[in-house]
């Protein structure tokens, strides 16, 4: 089954002429004479020795593979250095790691690694040298990748990144925490390793939307709840847990999204599945904000549309979970009747100290989302009614989503939503919260089930 997708015509890289073509030149041009057969020779050494992974369509295949890998979330900091690293990470417990240069710069990058050497860090997360990295490099679902694909993310890695001379940062952990021993037992415990196996009972879409989104797309990442050791519960859907969310770090709630009615996505047509993965946004359901936006701007939006209907594919036919049973959260709350005696009247922009949250909601957010909530005609402006962001299950989203805004671009113009961290009192926010997951999202009293602390 080619679901790894062979080039349609492949001509033999400049490496690999054979032993074999030499002789049958030699042959050939045996009436030339000796001095020009010598040269021949030479010139065809040359060739056998030039570097196999130099290759433009290799390196253009492994281009592509980073881009579905998102390599570039962690490994650019600075847009002008693409992948010199630098990146901060919180690490739970521990403190603050940075990425690392992965650019071909010989001293401080990764120039001089082998093709094992690479293939180390990405798929069993040692680097060179053999030292542990820790997990906040996806290496857990980097596993699944296949040998194939390792060959042309390296190809890409040394040929088609520009060098950056960027030393790397030295992370901010205590020295008694620094030891990196223990990743070598937390490995044992739960890195399975070796790359993804098609499964011959299910179509090749399947086979390839499992193999991104378990691999490359590491939705489970973000998505899969973890366990006592921070470990992802499940890493594909043969676990129980597979996909059925998690809190992300910087106070995100990564959603369910397996095919469960209530707690997950089960009544997203794929249609909207597929509009959602490649922009970000559907109005009356759902819109990509912190880190999903994120990974919509710089990976999933400039994926092939195939390899999004495969993602689209296998979601849809993972098994369902039912993790927070908290009723629905995309089919509830109402419009607001309310605000209509306001039609016509100025909306008060100065909020003041007022503690109202319908009020608040007219003075911040309605020039906006409406006054009744249900957004802009031309959906723009989502709607806030029937939002999975409103009618979650925990608030965490929604107060991000307030306090920073939205930031999203694939290209077409950015969409943009102010913050408001700097106008809410903490008071105000519980307040404005509370009124929109009432009426806006159906959920019913202030103390909903799981509320993130003020
Ligand atoms: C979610 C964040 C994240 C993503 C996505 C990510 N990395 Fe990393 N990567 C890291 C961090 C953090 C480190 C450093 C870990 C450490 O110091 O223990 C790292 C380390 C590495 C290293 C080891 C470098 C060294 O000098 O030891 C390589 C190689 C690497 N990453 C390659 C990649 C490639 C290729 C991709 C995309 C397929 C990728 N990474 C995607 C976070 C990430
Ligand atoms: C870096 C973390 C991260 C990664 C990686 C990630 N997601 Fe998300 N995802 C989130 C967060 C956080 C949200 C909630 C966004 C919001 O409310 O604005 C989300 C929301 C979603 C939603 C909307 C669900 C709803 O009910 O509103 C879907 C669908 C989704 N992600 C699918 C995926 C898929 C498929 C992948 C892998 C291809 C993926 N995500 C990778 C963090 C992530
Ligand atoms: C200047 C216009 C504007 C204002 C004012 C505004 N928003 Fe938004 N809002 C947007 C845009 C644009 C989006 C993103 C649409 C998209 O993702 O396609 C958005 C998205 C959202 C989302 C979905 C985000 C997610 O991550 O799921 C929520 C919830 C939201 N707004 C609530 C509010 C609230 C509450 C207020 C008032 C405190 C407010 N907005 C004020 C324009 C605005």
């Given at each position: 089954m080619s679901i790894f997708r062979e080039p349609s015509c492949r001509s033999l890289?400049?490496?690999?002429?054979s032993p074999t073509a030499v002789r049958l030149k030699a042959v050939s041009y045996g009436g030339i004479g000796a001095p020009a057969l010598v040269l021949l020779l030479f010139l065809t050494s040359a060739v056998a020795q030039t570097?196999?992974?130099?290759d433009a369509e290799l390196i253009d295949r492994g281009r592509y593979l980073a881009i579905a890998g998102d390599?570039?979330?962690?490994?650019?900091?600075d847009s002008d250095r693409p992948f010199a690293g630098g990146y901060p990470m919180e690490m739970p417990m521990l403190g603050t790691i940075y990425s690392s240069?992965?650019?071909?710069?010989a001293e401080h990058g990764?120039?001089?690694?082998?093709l094992r050497e690479f293939e180390g860090a990405l798929r069993?997360?040692?680097?060179?040298?053999g030292r542990n990295l820790y997990p906040a490099m996806p290496y857990i679902s980097y596993a699944r990748i296949t040998d194939r694909d390792i060959r042309a993310l390296y190809a890409y890695f040394m040929h088609g990144v520009e060098p950056q001379a960027e030393p790397n940062r030295n992370n901010d952990i205590p020295w008694l925490l620094?030891?990196?021993?223990p990743l070598k037992a937390w490995n044992t415990l739960y890195l399975e390793s070796g790359p993804y196996e098609v499964?011959?009972?299910?179509?090749e879409a399947w086979n390839r939307g499992a193999y991104l989104v378990q691999?490359?797309?590491?939705?489970?990442?973000?998505h899969t709840p973890r366990g006592i050791g921070f470990q992802?519960?499940?890493?594909?859907?043969?676990?129980?847990?597979?996909?059925?969310g998690g809190p992300v770090l910087a106070g995100w709630q990564a959603y369910?999204?397996?095919?469960?009615d209530d707690s997950g996505?089960?009544?997203?047509?794929e249609a909207q599945l597929i509009q959602f993965l490649k922009s970000g946004h559907v109005n009356r359901l759902a819109q990509a904000g912190g880190p999903m936006a994120e990974a919509v701007e710089n990976s999933l939006a400039r994926l092939r549309d195939e390899d999004i209907h495969a993602i689209a594919t296998y979601l849809r036919a993972i098994p369902a979970v039912r993790s927070?049973?908290?009723?629905?959260?995309?089919r509830q709350g109402q419009p607001s009747?309310?605000?209509?005696?306001?039609?016509?009247k100025p909306l008060?922009?100065?909020?003041?100290?007022?503690?109202?949250g319908a009020r608040l909601y007219l003075g911040?957010?309605?020039?906006?989302?409406?006054a009744d909530g249900t957004g802009s005609e031309d959906g723009y402006?989502?709607?806030?009614?029937?939002n999975s962001t409103v009618g979650a299950h925990s608030d965490h989203n929604l107060r991000q989503a307030i306090l920073h805004g939205v930031r999203r671009d694939i290209g077409q113009g950015a969409i943009l939503m102010p913050g408001f961290a700097r106008q809410l009192s903490g008071e105000q926010l519980a307040a404005l919260v509370d009124y929109l997951r009432q009426?806006?999202?159906?959920?019913?009293?202030?103390?909903?089930p799981d509320r993130a602390a003020p």
């Open positions: 890289p400049a490496g690999e002429s570097d196999e992974f130099d390599c570039a979330a962690c490994h650019t900091s240069n992965i650019t071909p710069d990764i120039g001089d690694w082998s069993r997360g040692v680097s060179k040298g620094s030891a990196r021993w499964d011959p009972d299910r179509g691999g490359l797309a590491h939705c489970g990442t973000c992802e519960k499940s890493l594909s859907e043969q676990g129980n847990h597979y996909l059925a369910n999204i397996t095919p469960d996505i089960g009544l997203w047509t927070d049973g908290g009723g629905p959260r995309q009747q309310s605000v209509i005696a306001l039609r016509g008060a922009s100065d909020i003041g100290e007022d503690v109202d911040l957010c309605a020039s906006c989302h409406g402006y989502p709607s806030l009614v029937h009426q806006f999202g159906g959920r019913r009293g202030p103390d909903a």
